[in-house]
């Protein structure tokens, strides 16, 4: 990333394009895909100096010199880096230089991340870490400033929070390209004055907003949004969607997530109803190590946004050019054109895309789907690692949840229940009647109701939340936490044993937090995540196998659900209809009240 | 142009869209010109508030209060009001305040002036004027730093120069966005170090170079170029030259100025070749002010591409959304959504383009043709309009081209003659050998060879340089002169009477600048220029017609040849082959040398 500035090499660039000095490496006989023009130029010479491109055409004979590496395109095709346009390196749960290592042999080279969920842990400075360790790695790294930290004020209590002033100071660093998404899409159009403050910071440093209206309305709000000024959107999942944000002159960020299935339907605004593709974008917003590890990362975004019909160029343009344009980066990346990083990835197939080699900043950085230079892991500082702070054992009396009303006759008690449903983020508000022993309000598994409970973990309050949620199957002895649980990520614990809630609780006080899961009394399964409770220190693959293995335990307690994990994290999501649990108590997220467990 | 930015309007703007304010302005019912999507959406409504668009859609009735001022569209098209890309206001012979006056009827909204001219004459202050100056009117007028002052270093001495200190100052004002076009492209590819520092410090402030790569090689020199960062060009002539421009990942800026028709062939990369049209852009460059009275301006633009098999929505992206996004400013204009300026032209059609209505910022300042606001004349300080500095009265006898060889005897010489070729800017260097009586060299109607004198007009020196030009044909006692004279600006002459040449030059002394005939002693035709000798002070459609008068008056004079007068501005331009005048004599632009009138 820290790259020398286009203007402070021209003369060096010029010399070699004019042959009177050697380029470092040269690509020979490639097939350009052209992303500026839309053409495959066959037969195409590419220059490299200092990590820029100083030549393409069709002869670069002129700027080889002794030293100048050469690679043989054969004909093959000549891409320009792929970009992720947004995205969170916290869901692949790994540090972003470990995020980079696995998707660097997948052809990505740019990603544009926005570190929200360490902004909930850590605020400013966790952002300033990712944004500092973003600059170490081979690939560029552009940091997008988290907007929304509370998520929900007044709602939930994050580990720190966001105003305009931190977004005003992260605007002056050096990878900051925008404001990340403005999921407050309420506070836009309802006119919140810190909101508005935040977006205007970011514009008057001539940044870009992200937008994240994640509502179906696109009436008034939808317009309200807009006029506020937020860039681009990738919330969107209908055809509607797409057409509505390009008409009001916002890109339309399409997304194919570990969990996000975005592209298909809103690409048919291109494919079907033949809008101007340069104002759409592909991304990922959120990627599993898993998926990283088997599936890929932009190269499967470009495949399958080739796969609903799109012509191979344009799809590429999608997560090259128009990303580039976009964020204001046009000079230095999104094409192989001269000035801008030599950040090319050459495949011998438009649509297979095998990723065959990569080039990033001139330097060959993967080979069929190895890396291939040495990238030293990261080490995050001591404020960032201890980060779960329980203040003392959790025992399983925390987890009672008690009736507050003192009737140590009553034997049943009606109370609001988190109903999970299957493939869906919204939750449903339930009412159950559940039994109670000794003013001691239990779960019952014959209706599927399990116990939930939020642990304060920032502050090490000892505090705990209680409640109930239906959906995870969870049929034997047992309790699963994570410390991943959005947005401000305190403990989030589901269980039916509370002697199993506790010593999951205390296990990922132990290990500084993660996911871990307790079946009769023993630990199953762990996923380490000490690095604000949200990322581990090691590799993708590991993290992969780690988190699979969760998946598994899930099941062997009787889970049957999809997604169960995500499941589990989005339990605290209190933006989300219909039922939340935060630090607060239950929230419900239709009206935005803190209510009580109890009903009436 | 001094409106709020959007940062400072998106509670008002949002609380517009929302209905919780009221609109000072709603268009109804209109056919909506998406340059974003590409469509064409009927039955939309803009709301606009302090000048910029807060809704966009199908039903703004909830933005209407009693004050909002409603226009019926009744169906017409809305199109985002037209951009000049890439223009001189001095080649309109006006000031920047008539030159607005004359084209806002014609649907323009936003120019990118290069005060090319004005630099030359008065340097860094000259630009300051026409930036001020700009940022009084109405419509939006950006301004390109002039980068190449002088032109050719050491062959000619202009009134000032400009260096990277210039442009580096330049960059911190707020109508700056960018740097004019980059003419010493054999600079650029040779690494000339000024150069260099100037495109810099340009890209330094995050704006762009513009290009100006006036050669036919698209080899090395071209690549080169490309190299050294310049973003866009105007001076691609042939189709080849816009597709190697836009493979590059260069703008293709074609232009249809008052003497450029470099359209129709280059639009072929669009209708024939296909490339992505997002890379194209329209622009003037020159335009006569007989042109902007006569037939128009970008309204003209947009028709003639139309007429080349251009889709119109495509064309109207070339002069709107397409020049926004590539300066950067696609936030405040260049399309019809949000936050963007109330830049709107209204027409009942597409092809035919009338200009019915112009709204600018929100305000209407057009109607059918006429200007609807009240524009007051710009005054510009004494130092701008006292640049024609001559140091005495000039006599017949300053116009003696005297041997330098004193020979009493000596009746013929032969001498350098600049040849003229019609509709070509390049001249030729000719050979002639002329009469010579008491020493001094004769011109010779019958090989029709004039006299021709540059005389120096920006530090009072007096200095004459004295030469032979042939093809204009004059058959009769008379003399042209004029102060615009590229890109030096000191008065050029041409003439067959040496007394009319005397007289010409003194009474353009007098007026402070312009072009003058006098036929037979007597003046037939003047058009004053006092603003740097360069502009006009009073309106276009006076200035065209006193120009149009100097026209018939150059053929009252025996001339026949077209554009004349164009032909007399460029007998100094010393980077356009193959002979010029300059102060420091008659130059070799083929070698770059000052040479000797007389041969051998």
Redesign the interface.
Known sequence: MNRK????M??D????????MHADLVICNGRWV?V????I?PGSDVAVFGGRI????PDAS?CIGPKTRIIEAKQRYLVPGLCDAHMHVESGMVTVTEFARAVIPHGTTSMFIDPHEIANVLGLPGVRLMHDEAATLPINVYVQMPSCVPSAPGLETPGASIGPDEVAEAMTWPGIVGLGEMMNFPG??G?DENL?AE??AT??A?KVIGGHYASPDLG??F???????P?DDHEGTRLEDA?AR????MKAMLRLGSAWYDVAAQVKAITEQ???S??FILCTDDSHSGTLVGEGHMDRVVRHAIAQGLRPITAIQMATLNTA?HF?L??DMG?I????YADIVITSDLVALPIEMVIAGGQIVAENGRIAIDIPAYTYPDFAVGTVKLGKRLAASDFDARLTTENRRQTTATVRVIGVVENQAPTKALERTLPVVDGLIQPDPAQGVSHLALVERHRATGEVTNGFVSGFGFNVPCAVASTVAHDSHHMIIVGTDMADMARAANRLGEVGGGVVVFKEGREIALVELPIAGLMSDERAEIVAAKAGRMVEAFAECGCTMHNAYMQLSLLALVVIPELRISDKGIVDVRTFEVVGLSVG
């Open positions: 500035s286009w203007q402070e021209t003369q660039l010029v010399a070699v394009a004019m042959g009177r052209n500026h023009s839309g053409e130029l100083a030549y393409v055409g002129h836009v159009f006119g508005h977006m205007a514009m008057r001539g008034r709000p317009h309200g949004y807009v006029a506020g000024g860039a057409v390009v008409r009001q002159g033949v809008l101007d340069r104002n344009l204001g046009e000079r094409s054109t001269p000035g801008r």
